[in-house]
Structure formats: structure tokens, C-alpha cells
């Protein structure tokens, strides 16, 4: 068993992904991919990746979901899903190897793959089901948050935030520490209400999701209707007289 | 702190050099940044791709497509050599050549057709983005057969805004996105503008502003739209008119505006039987005349003094009497047709959502009002202190243009933005340079193709009039292979490329002896009727002889088509190659920025893989092009005038001082016009890749009214003088064309077409059913079906992506609910979905969040066995399908046996998404998709599993 770290910055880096304006298009997911696949720890393989069965490690993957409000027309939510850097991360605490664990100094999950022996406990222990064993190396893989992103001296400074975040059309994506009240990414998730994935679970993520606004449907009443031009001036042609004096 | 990690590199290496060049995994054309990296065997290899941040159109971002470019460039469907044919069509069984015998044979058939009848060359170029340059190739060859896939895809769009506004949506126009209060999308394919549109989207809820989406299907932007109108396919031009019906009810129009940009206030002459019925009172030195609001006198529209009437009876000499086109259009809008309870039930949308969303727009116009304090000068040298916006937005695209209503439709939303006010000011629709550029500063279609000769203008253009139709001496046979500028599509802007195939093989109304077709797949999800298309490709005549003689096709990968072919030139992938994206063209730009830019080869192909042997198209044909001795391609001395593309790119003049590329001419310092430059390709290497000019702040709004633009315009060498551009709410060309078919004007089409032109050409928007809909029972077909494409695969391209096909390797029929409770249809049943043309075999998905009539799939997902160097088995070929099987490029037969192309009247453009369905659960539920087709052979063996980039880790 591995524990959590004991000593921690406060730092808490995470994602913020935005619901509301998210299209489902799979920038980020692939963007991610080609990111890491050269990236940390081994590559991201592609098994049969030409033919009949083809299967690879995502470490961010979109789900598509058609759900039915109480008197409102179904709807389609897109909902991006990649390891939510969990507090109380029982990916790590489960790892018989010390393979994953959680940084003290910014709060990432990551495995070391020199440790992983593939066991899959974590993936099994993830109520996300967040983590994906690669189908050519046998090892498991997560979001990295882009670790070798975040701080890397060698790109610039702008570009020193995940692939996903950098990537992101719709910019449905913020990332930022969660630890801080006052950053920018804290103030969109108390602006917007944004919700803990399954709180329930009591993992305490740290990913933060922003919830879709209300939608107008097609029955919504009209505000305000407009007077008709052509009321008190005999007809529409009346109505442009009137309107062509006051040019 | 007291904080211990374990170690961890923070600054790992990332590439050895970033290369900048334009992305092609879809049409938008964004800016990238390639991260090249030493691999393995010492030769540069792609490591990672990421949008560039300074460029204009993508600002830094990226979509699945771009960011898949690493697997597309070393797809294991590359063609590696040029290729021969050695077994029957269709089977892919080649023998890889060298260039030169390719070139020589390639040479020797088109040299024969030059120095013959031209005509006899089709040459159509698909996804093509070098239509500037393959156009005047086709000039200079002299085949009028020339087009690229604009027919089939979204010339309604294209055209039916030229022709009313000088503008048109995506390349040409965009919302303003920072102003807007009020945006509404209908119908948009994730391709075109994907980006751009994206960022938009994000704008526009940043600044919590609404957004309508007008489509039968709520995926993609329609789920995030704070508004869906779930609209039945083939209705939006009546659900517009509705809206145009209620605003006109209101007074909710821009008075103003109208007498200022557009012909509302021209008097149109009421003569009924007349053969000036219809057409624009003019004075005897062709002045156009409005009528004073006073005195109703005829007074000519340039004067700036007079007060012009909107309504009212203009009296000439000799009883002739005229009347404002605005109040023709009251008139017509106003009549109850177009009341909300009067269409709810053929658009599927609620008479009051219908008012509801006029009462919107109305409020985002005129209760919104923007005013920006610039001043600036009108082309009338009017000054005005400010600019004045209605911030309503709109945009486009395939899904209200690919039906045979599509023109008249899309005339119909850009009545909307005009009446309202809202098209070029603030917060409104806003053109991009190099528009606006309306139908009379566009080139006319040339024909006339004679032997050893250039035509004497581009094949594609704009017609003025019946008078710019293109037939033969007979009057009547159209010139072009595909039909276009003949009394079947006068206005087919594009060309009609889903014909030509069909018409080639029919002989009709000639044969062709070389089918010559660049990224065009069109034995597959390219053509209409695609088993047909294979068949038509297959076809030997009495003599054992194929139908159609010779194929000859280029393309970067071992798609469906390059089985068919019997010459294959290989292209290289978008990262070796040269491009330019031209203001000659298709461009780039923004509303704010004039951009053009270029693809350069950011690695070599002699480095990316084992024996490639491969170049880029648009060289192959200039080098074919000076082996054919075509003027322009060719020096004195007969020696080729371009060594590459790159060399025309930089020093092609299309006139004096203007060339593909506008940035840094002359010595480097002059933009826009200048004498060529040699080291132009290098200023755009180091410019990342693009030029961009900012419009000065006086020319940003108002583009087709504005003396600024049209100052900076000529200096930038977007046009040569001053462009007059009125809108036209009314349009006097469709009026010409009405004439000619009720026999008062000349040339007259044929007996047969006289009531479809009548119908179709209404000077004023109308809807009308769409042609399928009405030509076969909807009884037995109640249902509509239609495609769209995903936003994470281009057309057929992607399959062969080892990364995007994880993510649409098949593709269901998504079926409404209720359509699949009347019929037993549960998820993951097999369902036989048919129409008047064939049957399909496919698995079906239950969806509710769509139009209760409309069934709906994946565009192109589905793939021939074996095509793409896929494993045979692929679920592309066995899950996945096409809806293409289900749609003819023909109409059933009519009453006399005449068959029409399945496309719009008035353009021609493929009505694709006029389609009517049935379904039923198939008897046995056993895959897989059908139809099935025997399996392409493979060029290459694909590897079994892919681990890119494990060079590179640890």
C-alpha cells in the first residue's frame, strides 16, 4: 500500500472544464495523446491500430450523453473525463508497489513507471475509471497534467500549461491551482457553481466541472411581444409612411 | 517547506526545432507549429503538432484533426511511387513506375486531347486548395471541364450570397463574434470554419450573450446552443420567411439601412405579359430610376437629393407603371403563407418559437444598438461621426444548403441580416477581405474550347444573366461535361462534379477521353449512388473498351478512387509539401485582417519512409503543364517557365504586380502589389508561416459602402478600382432567366425546363418543397435522413488514422424514439433502411435529442474493404456505411421519362440532405453493414500496433 503525502505545499493543480461550452469535438483527447505518447513514461500505444479491433490508451477520453430534463426536450451533454488529481486518491493508496502517488508539492497523481508492475489495482480502485493500462507495454497510464509541460523551461512560458488546456477550441478547459482561493480558475468555480465529480465517492477531487446554464426551450413564453407596425396606421404601408418621416 | 518528491524532470527536451506551416487535416486552413524531432534513425521526424498561437485564424488552438497530423503523415495507406494499372478497374492491382514514364504517358494522353478537342479532358479536383492555380491550368490546357467539389458541397452557400449581398459565409464573412448579441447557427458542417467557429462559441458564452441552434439534430454546437430549434430538413427557408413575416408585422426593419445599401427603393416594372415584366426601370441612358416619395416622379437612384419612395405606383410615358422592390417584398412576406401557424407544421418548429425568435431578433437590433465613435466617409462622400450596429448574427453552412431549395434558401437568411441591418456593421455579419466582391467584379464563365488553345477566361465564374450560359452552337447543348451553365443549373457557380462521372459514362452530351481527378474519392463518399459510380468507372463498351478511356488520378493515399485509376501520381502529405492559400482563391482571412499563406515541405519525403518517391500535385502539373508546351508554363524556348510550385507561388504574376502571394513583393517591403520576389517563400517561413495586413480602422465596417475599404482595397491589390455593391433583396438576373423561360426573352430553354426556371428563379426568396420530397410518395418514405460530419474526422481521410479511428471507426443509424417504438427498433438492432434508389444494411441507435421525422449517421465514416490499407475486416467496412447508397444523382423519372440531376435548379449544388427514408427491423440480425463490396487490395501492409514516439521516452 502507498500512502498519501503527509507534508503538501496547498498546492492543488488542477483542471476546470466548462460543461456549459464544451462541443465534444476530441481536441483535447487527441491533443493529450500525441503530447504523451512521446512524452512521459512509455508511449501510448495502439494495438491491431489498423485493423478489425483496434484499442489504445487515452489519458482523457469524451463521453456523450443524451439525458432528459423534467419538462424540457432531451439533450446532449459532452463530458470530457482524465484523472481528477484526487485528495483522498484511492488509486494511490491501493498501489502495492509505491508505483503511484501523489505529489506534495502540487498535488498530481502520477505513476512511476519503473515501479508499475502492472497489476491494474489502481485502475480497479478508481471510481472514474480515469486510468488505462497501455494494451502494448502493460503499464498503466494517467493524466500527468502535463508534468513535463507545466514547468518545462524549454517551451515557452504562455504555452507551460497541458496540451488539453493549450489545445481547447471551445476553451472549455482552465487549469490552475484549486488550492488557491484567489486564483482564476478558484473564482470561476465559485462564479459558476462548479460541482465535485460523484462527491460521494469521497475522494475529493480536484478537478472541478462547470454545469451547462439553463436552456430556453421551444415552449418558453415570449417576454415581450413587439407592437404590430401596423395597428394605428392603416396597414404595413401605412406604418413605413410614419417610419420614413422620422428618418 | 519540507516537501520531497521524488525526481522528476521539469524541463525534459522537446524537439530540436518548431517548423510553421498551414494545417490540412480539414478545409480551415489554421496555422501550426510542427515540433521536429531526431528519431531513431537519425532523419527528423514529427514529434508534436500545436496550433501557433499568432496566427489568425486558429489563434493557438487545435482540433482533433490537426492534432491527429502525425498519424495521417505517416499513414501506412501512403502511396509510395507513381503506379500503373495492371489488373481490371476496381481491384487496386498496380506495378509501381518511375516518374518519368508516368509523366511521358500522362503526357502523350493529354497531348493528343489538346491538340484535338480539349473538351475531352474533365478535370476535377475535389478538396483541392489550390483552385487558382488548377483552374488556370485547366485555361491554359483549354477544357471548359474544369472544377473542383464546391458543386457538391456548399455552392448554394457561395453563391446565393454573391448574388445578394457580394458575400458569402465562412471564407468569405463572419459573425462578429465580440459584438454579437444574439448569434444563430444553422446547419454546419464541423469542417468548415471549425475553429474559427469554436472560439466564436466561447466568445459568445464568455460574454453570456445567446445562441440559437438551427438544426435537426442537437449534437455539437447545437448542445451548447441556449436554444435548439429541432427543424425538419428542407424547411429552413420557410422558417426564415416567417421570421422575415413577423419582423415585417413589427416595423422591425432597418429603413434606413435599406434606402442607403440596398435596391429596396428601385422601381421594378409592372407589366404584366411584358418582356420587361419583372426586370429594373432604367432611363434611356440605362440609369436605374427610383421614384420620389413626394411626387412619385421617376428620378434616377444615384441622385443624391432625392428622398426615394418604398411604396407606391411609379407612372412613366406610355402607361408604363413601376413599383418599389420593398413594397413588392411587404407584400409578399406580409400575405399569411407565411404566418407562424401557417408553416409549424411543415418546419416542425412551434408557431411561437417562430414569433418568439423574431421578437429576439428584433430586440438584440434595434433595443441593442451599437455605436462605435469612428468616424468615416460612405462611396457617396457621405461622412458619418460613427458607426451604428444591429448586433444579430448568423451563420450557415451544408445543412440548409445541400437541398434542392438550397439558393433560394440561403437568399432567404440573407434577406433576414439585411432587412434587420446587420450585414458589415458592428455586432452583425462582417465580410473578409478580399470580399466584398459582388456577381459583377467576378470572373464570367468561359467556354468555347478550341484545339491548341487557352480559353479566354477562367472555365468558373459568375453569369450575369442568361446571356453568360455556356452552349454549344446548337443553343441548347450545354458545353460542359457536368451540365453547368446549361438551362440545368445556369448559376452552377462551382461546376457540378457529382455529374460528371455519370454524364461521362452516358456520353452525354459527349464523350470524355481522360478523367483527370485530384483528392476527389469519388467511387465512394464523394458520389451520389456510389455502387453506380463504380459500376459507371467499370463500364466497356462493345469493344471490350472502358466507357470512360482513360483515368488518371492523384492523390496522397490508397483510397477507394485509386482503384479505379489508371495512372497514379502520388502527392505528398500536407508536411512536405508547398501550397499557397491565396487571396486568388480560397483565403484565409478575418474580418479584421487580410491573410494569405503557405504549406512548405517542414520535412523532406526522401526521409520519411523507405523508398518515397513522391510530389506534391500542383508541381506534377506544372511540369506536365510545360511538357504540353501550355502557354504560361512554358518559356520561349520551350523549356518548363516554374521549376516547383514554390517557384510559381513566388513568381506567377496573375496580373502586373499581383501574384499568388501578397506579402512581402518587390524587395520584401511592398505588400499587396509588387513585382515578384524571389525570396518571398523565405519572408513567409519567417513570418510562421503567413502574411497578414490589419484593415485600417475607418475601412472595418460598412466594407460595401465604405470609401476607405474600397481605398484600401485597390492599394492592396484586392481589386483594381471602385466596386459598386448593392444588395440585391430583389434580383434582376433571376427575373432575366423567368423571362427567357416564359418565351419573352432570348435564349429560351427547352420545353421541359420552362416551369421548373419559372419556379425556381423568383427574383424574390421563396421556399418551395424539396424535389425528392415531392417526386416520390412520402407515404411510403415518411422519413428524412441526412449526415453529418464529426468534428474529429474530415470526409473519407480519417480512417486511415490510427488514433481517429478509435474514435469513429463505425457509425449507427441514429434513430428517433419514436420512429424506433412504431417500428420494434431497439440499440444495437439490425435495421434495413430504404429509399426510392436502394437499401442499406445498418445498426441502429435510439436518440431523442433530434427532429422527430429525421433519422441521422456519421458522414464518410464507412469504408470499402480493404480501401485505406485497412484490414479487410476493419468496422469501418463491416459496421460502418455509407448513407451515399441510398442517394441517386438522378431524380426518379417524371411523367415524360426525363430524369433531372438530383441538385438544385438554380446552382446545381448535390441535394444531398433532401433524402426520404423508410425503415424496417431487418429479418435476420446478423451483420455485416451491406452493401458489401469485394475488398481493394492493399498498396502496403500496415504494422500491427503503433507506438509512436517510443523513441523518444525513456
Known sequence: MTSLPTETTGKKLGLVIDLDTCVGCHACVVNCKEWNTGGYG???????????????????????????????????????????????????????????????????????????????????????GAREMDPVENIMKKCTLCVDRIYNENIPEVDRVPAC???????????????????????????????????????????????????????????????????????FLGWLDSALEKL | MGVHDRDLDRSPHVSDEIRKTTCYMCACRCGINVHIRKGEDGQPKVRYIEGNRDHPVNRGVLCAKGSAGIMQHYSPARLMKPMKRVGPRGKGEFQEIEWEEALSLATEWLGEIRSTDPRKLAFFTGRDQSQSMTGWWAQQFGTPNFAAHGGFCSVNMAAGGIYTFGGAFWEFGSPDWSKSE????????????????????????????????????????????DEWVGITPGTDGLFILSLIHELLKMGKVDLDYLLRYTNAPWLV?????????????????????????????????????????????????????????????ANKYLSDEFSPENVTERTGVPADQIR?????????????????????????????????????????????????????????????QILVGSIDCPGGFRFKPPYPRPVHAQPKPHGGSVANTPLAGPPLGMPRGPEDLLFQEDGVTPQRIDRAYSWDAPLSAHGMMHMVISNAHARDPYPVDVLFMYMANMSWNSSMNSRGVMQMLEARDEDGEYVIPKIIYADAYNSEMVAYADLVLPDTTYLERHDCISLLDRPICEPDVMADSIRWPVVDPATQADGRDVRGFQSVLLDLGARLGLPGMTNEDGSAKYADYADYMANHER?????????????????????????????????????????????????????????????????DGPVENVFNLYSEAMRKF??????????????????????????????????????????????NALTQRPAAMYHSWGSQNAWLRQIHGSNPMYVPSNICDAEGLEDGDWALVSSYHGEIRVQVKRMKAVNANTM????????????????????????????????????PPKGDGMRWSNSDPVTGQAAWFDLKVKIRKAPDQEGPTAPQFESQKKSRTAPVNVEYGKEWTK
Open chain 2, 856 to 891: 441521422w449517421t456519421w458522414n464518410a465514416i464507412g469504408k470499402r474493404s480493404g480501401a485505406w490499407n485497412l484490414d479487410p475486416d476493419a468496422p469501418e467496412a463491416k459496421k460502418g456505411f455509407l448513407l451515399n447508397h441510398l442517394i441517386n444523382e438522378l431524380l
Open chain 2, 182 to 225: 444574439l448569434f444563430m447557427i444553422f446547419g454546419v458542417a464541423e469542417d468548415h470554419d471549425s475553429n474559427p467557429i469554436k472560439l466564436g462559441l466561447a466568445e459568445m458564452k464568455r460574454r453570456g450573450k445567446k445562441i440559437v441552434g438551427v438544426n435537426p439534430v442537437r449534437t455539437g454546437y447545437n448542445a451548447i446552443a
Open chain 1, 42 to 128: 512509455a508511449p501510448l500505444g495502439d494495438e491491431d491500430a489498423y485493423g478489425a479491433d483496434p484499442v489504445g490508451s487515452w489519458l482523457n477520453r469524451i463521453h456523450t450523453f443524451e439525458v432528459t430534463p423534467d419538462n424540457a426536450p432531451a439533450q446532449i451533454v459532452h463530458f470530457p473525463k482524465s484523472c481528477l488529481h484526487c485528495e483522498d486518491a484511492p488509486c494511490v493508496t491501493v498501489c502495492p508497489t509505491g508505483a503511484s502517488y501523489k505529489r506534495g508539492e502540487d498535488g498530481i497523481v502520477l505513476v512511476d513507471e519503473s515501479m508499475c508492475i502492472g497489476c491494474g489495482l489502481c485502475a480497479w480502485a478508481c471510481p472514474y
Open chain 2, 269 to 329: 416594372i409592372d407589366n404584366p405579359g411584358g418582356a420587361d415584366h419583372g426586370l429594373i426601370a432604367r432611363d434611356k441612358d440605362g440609369n436605374i430610376l427610383v421614384a420620389d416619395r413626394k411626387t412619385m416622379k421617376a428620378k434616377k437612384a444615384s441622385d443624391k437629393k432625392v428622398k426615394p419612395a418604398l411604396k407606391g405606383e411609379c407612372k412613366f410615358a406610355r402607361g408604363k407603371v413601376a413599383r418599389p422592390v420593398f413594397e413588392l417584398l
Open chain 2, 738 to 783: 423567368q423571362l427567357c423561360a416564359e418565351g419573352k426573352a432570348e435564349p429560351q430553354p427547352p420545353e421541359s425546363h420552362r416551369q421548373r426556371i419559372i419556379d425556381a428563379f423568383d427574383p424574390l426568396p421563396v421556399w418551395y418543397p424539396t424535389f425528392e420530397g415531392t417526386q416520390i410518395s412520402e407515404e411510403e418514405y415518411p422519413y
Open chain 2, 356 to 416: 418568439r425568435l423574431a421578437n429576439e431578433i428584433a430586440e438584440a437590433a434595434f433595443e441593442k444598438e451599437i455605436v462605435i465613435e469612428q468616424p468615416w466617409t460612405d462611396v457617396k462622400g457621405e461622412k458619418h461621426d460613427k458607426m451604428i450596429g444591429r448586433p444579430v448574427s448568423f451563420h450557415a453552412m451544408r445543412g440548409i444548403s445541400a437541398h434542392s431549395n438550397g439558393f433560394q434558401t440561403c437568399r432567404a437568411l440573407h434577406l433576414l
Open chain 2, 655 to 719: 496580373k502586373p504586380g499581383v501574384g499568388p502571394l501578397a506579402g512581402w513583393r518587390g524587395n520584401g517591403d511592398s505588400h499587396g502589389r509588387g513585382a515578384p520576389n524571389p525570396r518571398q517563400i523565405d519572408a513567409y517561413i519567417e513570418n510562421g508561416g503567413f502574411f497578414e495586413a490589419h484593415i485600417p480602422e475607418n475601412a472595418r465596417y460598412f466594407k460595401h459602402a465604405n470609401q476607405h475599404w474600397q481605398d484600401w482595397a485597390v492599394e492592396m491589390g484586392l481589386q
Open chain 1, 165 to 235: 488546456v493549450r489545445t481547447c477550441p471551445a476553451q472549455a478547459r482552465h487549469f490552475g491551482d484549486l488550492g488557491d482561493p484567489e486564483s482564476d480558475v478558484s473564482k470561476l468555480v465559485a462564479e459558476r457553481g462548479g460541482m465535485d465529480l460523484m462527491p460521494e465517492q469521497g475522494t475529493r477531487p480536484v478537478n472541478k466541472y462547470l454545469p451547462p446554464r439553463p436552456k430556453t426551450h421551444s415552449n418558453t413564453p415570449l417576454s415581450k411581444q413587439a407592437a404590430p407596425a401596423d395597428k394605428a396606421s392603416g396597414g
